[in-house]
């Protein structure tokens, strides 16, 4: 089985369940499994739920922050990193594509990462 996408701890947990079902009707009744085991490993995925439920707040938390900060650019010139030289523009507009902030200079798209100074504050 090939794995293509990243699985979100909600999915592990309701194969965990699952997997605790089936072990649950099938084991040995003189020798039964452990409660303490199963209520183990439910907390460790319940904090593994909470984890990743706070990192995607934290994303985006972070990227409303990137473009609040970018938004301070507009109306200014930058030098930025164009074809292998340098170009100066105004920054019209700031956007978030795919996570990462592109500002439009002069009507070309920038890559945040592209900018190389604010020359001027207005």
Known sequence: MELTGSVTAQETQQQFLKLLVT??????????????????????????????????????????????NGAQLVGKSVRFSDDGGTSVGRVDEVASANNR??????????????????????
């Open 101 to 122: 902030l592109v500002l439009t200079v002069s009507g070309k798209q920038v890559p945040i990462d592209n900018v190389l100074a604010v020359i001027d504050a207005a």
């Open 23 to 68: 072990q649950v009707q099938n084991q040995d009744p003189l020798d039964p499994v452990k409660q303490e085991s199963f209520i183990q490993q439910l907390a460790q995925f319940s904090t593994l739920e909470g984890i990743e439920n706070l990192n995607v707040k934290f994303g985006d938390m972070l990227a409303l922050q990137q473009l609040t």
